[in-house]
């Protein structure tokens, strides 16, 4: 049902918005923070995954945002 609606399996779904939040966090970051630290508090401990997802979503790296 939530696949149906959603066009994605639940995880995807949650990892889609934590990304955007990172993303979002990153653009009104200002320097104060690494990158890793962000993605630490928003759930994501695989740095080599995130850079992946993060490149695939919007184009680019995390730490070129």
Avoid at 7 to 12: E, T
Avoid at 24 to 37: A, F, I
């Amino acid at each position: 049902m939530f696949k149906d609606f959603y066009q994605m399996s639940p995880y995807n779904y949650f990892k889609l918005l934590r990304l955007n939040a990172l993303h979002q966090s990153l653009k009104q970051n200002n320097q104060t923070k690494l990158v890793y630290e962000i993605a630490e508090e928003l759930g994501f401990f695989h740095r080599g995954y995130l850079a992946s997802d993060y490149k695939k979503l919007f184009g680019y790296f995390p730490s070129e945002t």
